[in-house]
T-cell receptor, first 113, second 115 residues
Framework: SQKIEQNSEALNIQEGKTATLTCNYT??????LQWYRQDPGRGPVFLLLIRENEKEKRKERLKVTFDTTLKQSLFHITASQPADSATYLCALVRGGYGNKLVFGAGTILRVKS | GAVVSQHPSRVICKSGTSVKIECRSLDFQATTMFWYRQFPKKSLMLMAT?????????EQGVEKDKFLINHASLTLSTLTVTSAHPEDSSFYIC???????????FGPGTRLTVT
């Protein structure tokens, strides 16, 4: 069956460091992968989309990589700030194409000042 | 741009009553809206896909007679939880996508508590 795995343990880092979150998937061949941020009691907010033919994508302090051989995406936040503390979700299009997303359980990031 | 609102943000209802949740795309026309449910510390679970002017497509295991979805216009979709029970208590979130785009824009969510 198709699975998306994100580290269930919270990631605690010091302000200014780079946070790296991992998303692994099995039994998928997604055309694209997305990352979202979710704050407690709020809906997710779209951050980045990376397509299968893209190795890396950047947006300000965010960087996403996509390795379709390893079936893994890495999400980096450079120069992290306490305001970056949130849960980060990766999402894949179900069945590999279309517009229905399947979400990972998310990883909690805590940035301490 | 791409703002989605939900109303109400919180609702408490008694067991056996029905509750309607509205999802609106404020600054764009959404041909497709999605309804999710999220339990504490769990991921979002897709409940149904709503297309304007047609019947919603429900995911396996979701009772369509219990969770009524109406997508009457390109900016409004509603989810009605009928004959609510305590096990229906959850965080319900809608999202919308623009035609031709893959990213989804989420509403702020509705916390439903059934007593």
């Amino acid at each position: 069956s198709q699975k998306i795995e994100q580290n269930s343990e919270a990631l605690n880092i010091q302000e200014g460091k780079t946070a790296t979150l991992t998303c692994n998937y099995t039994n998928y061949s997604p055309a694209y992968l997305q990352w979202y941020r979710q704050d407690p009691g709020r809906g997710p907010v779209f951050l980045l989309l990376i397509r299968e033919n893209e190795k890396e994508k950047r947006k300000e302090r965010l960087k996403v990589t996509f390795d379709t051989t390893l079936k893994q995406s890495l999400f980096h936040i450079t120069a992290s700030q306490p305001a970056d503390s949130a849960t980060y979700l990766c999402a894949l299009v179900r069945g590999g194409y279309g517009n229905k997303l399947v979400f990972g359980a998310g990883t909690i990031l805590r940035v301490k000042s | 741009g791409a703002v989605v609102s939900q109303h109400p943000s919180r609702v408490i209802c008694k067991s056996g009553t029905s509750v309607k949740i509205e999802c609106r795309s404020l600054d764009f026309q959404a041909t497709t809206m999605f309804w999710y449910r999220q339990f504490p510390k769990k991921s979002l679970m897709l409940m149904a896909t709503s297309n304007e002017g047609s019947k919603a497509t429900y995911e396996q295991g979701v009772e369509k007679d219990k969770f009524l979805i109406n997508h009457a216009s390109l900016t409004l979709s509603t989810l009605t939880v009928t004959s609510a029970h305590p096990e229906d208590s959850s965080f319900y979130i809608c999202s919308a996508s623009l035609a031709g785009e893959n990213e989804q824009y989420f509403g702020p969510g509705t916390r439903l508590t059934v007593t």
